[in-house]
């Protein structure tokens, strides 16, 4: 089993055609997506109408949320472009996706951890601090202790990131396809709060299983390799401009958020 995981594409269809064609290289059986897909200043729509067409096992993501709810509240900025700049039919298509997916037996795909779209698995944000840090065995152990998958892929941090806990579960974050920078406000953070890959380039990977007995799923091993694929990340800047979000701009070139 080879599987390409892509996470957080954010709207950006030059990122996404990319990784899509890196993808079509490296001879996967299944591409998995795990959410947070339309959000943001850039090209929604085209960017759900490639992933509609492919049909991809597909979860949604803290974002999914946060734009089909601007039907009846203002929401935020990359959410309300989102939802001004899709059809019903791509928002259909997003209020049908699972919060989570079991695609094979002792798999799960979540966006943040099994139980919560917005609370990191990997990355831990502490009281004050301006950015995360990588979360504790520990912490790891208790946002995953719900499950009994073998292998868990999660997006949300937008970080590229392998894990294999004491107990032998597999935690792997593919990085975003379609922003590698940005800031946020957190509650424990005062004021913003910055997560930065220091590189424009999308981010995806494809895990293989190692399991020398086809006839079980039970994921004892996984080799996890990890892409950066160079894009036009200057068309996708230039739209982040033009649409009044410098910010954006800012990280699509550079992979640094704007201080």
């Known amino acids: 089993m080879r599987i390409a995981l892509v996470s957080d594409i954010h709207g950006n269809r030059w990122a996404l ?3 899509l064609e890196h993808i079509d290289r490296q001879r996967v059986d299944a591409i998995w997506n795990l959410g947070d897909i339309l959000s943001g200043p850039l ?5 759900a109408d490639m992933l509609m067409a492919l049909a991809l096992p597909t979860i949604r993501g803290n974002c999914e949320r946060g734009l089909l ?6 929401g935020g900025a990359s959410d309300r472009f989102g939802f001004e700049h899709t059809d019903a039919r791509h928002r259909e ?3 049908s996706l699972p919060a989570t997916l079991a695609p094979r037996p002792d798999v799960l795909l979540c966006h943040g951890t099994p139980r919560s779209d917005t609370e990191p698995l990997l990355e831990t944000l502490e009281h004050d601090a301006d950015r995360p840090r990588a979360a504790y065995d520990s912490e790891i152990a208790e946002r995953v202790s719900a499950t009994t998958a073998r292998l868990v892929a999660c997006g949300h941090t937008h970080m590229p990131r392998l894990m294999r806990t004491r107990d032998g579960c597999t935690i792997v974050n593919p990085g975003s396809v379609g922003l590698p920078a940005y800031d946020d406000s957190h509650p424990l953070a005062q004021g913003l709060y910055y ?5 424009p380039h999308a981010s995806y990977a494809v895990i293989e299983d190692t399991d020398t007995d086809t006839d079980t799923d039970a994921g004892d091993g996984y080799d996890v390799t990890f892409h950066r694929v160079t894009y036009d990340w200057e068309s996708a800047a230039a739209l982040a401009a033009r649409n009044h979000r410098p910010e954006w701009a800012h990280a699509l070139r550079t992979g640094f958020a704007l201080r």
């Open 195 to 199: 997560v930065e890959t220091g590189s």
């Open 93 to 95: 298509w997003l209020a």
């Open 17 to 19: 055609a990319a990784v």
């Open 43 to 47: 090209e929604p729509a085209a960017t």
């Open 69 to 74: 709810d601007c039907a009846v509240s203002a």
